[in-house]
């Protein structure tokens, strides 16, 4: 199997602040799932813990700060094939900043949202996030 088509480890953090998540919008300069609503996120760099992934993902794409990290959810998604992606979903508080455009605009129209009424279109993986914190549960297998 070549390298291209091995699975790909990406990272979504579900920031919580006065009970709703952050959520902005994927951007035409994103890799892949453009102008779908998401969480803050990306690739997991080789020799970097999860948690330290997370806080740079955040910071870099949104401009915040996040404390108390916690796992979510593990999400085995098919959404983009030929890509495949094992998702890590982190939930995080947030800590300090205001949400604005980084990383090249690569995610706009940040806002805070209620789990229960998400903007869409929804990023897939996202929604399973969201899905797996209001059941309570850390594993979907979207591929089934």
Not at 2 to 27: A, C, H, Q, S, Y
Not at 33 to 52: D, K, R, T
Not at 68 to 82: A, H, W
Not at 96 to 120: I, N
Request: include cysteine; glycine fraction near 12%.
């Amino acid at each position: 199997m070549t390298d291209e088509l091995r699975p790909k480890v990406g990272l979504g953090v579900m920031v919580v602040k006065d009970g709703r998540i952050l959520i902005g919008r994927r951007n035409k300069n994103a890799s892949h799932g453009e102008q779908l609503w998401s969480f803050p996120g990306g690739h997991l760099e080789h020799g970097e813990s999860i948690m330290a992934c997370a806080r740079r993902e955040t910071l870099e794409e949104a401009g915040i700060e996040i404390e108390n990290l916690r796992f979510g959810v593990l999400v085995n998604t098919l959404d983009f094939m030929p890509k495949h992606y094992v998702g890590i979903g982190v939930i995080a508080d947030w800590k300090s900043g205001e949400p604005r455009p980084e990383d090249g605009d690569k995610m706009v129209d940040w806002g805070w949202y209620s789990p229960d009424a998400l903007p869409e279109p929804m990023y897939g993986p996202g929604r399973l996030q969201v899905e797996a914190y209001r059941k309570g549960i850390n594993f979907i297998d979207a591929s089934l």
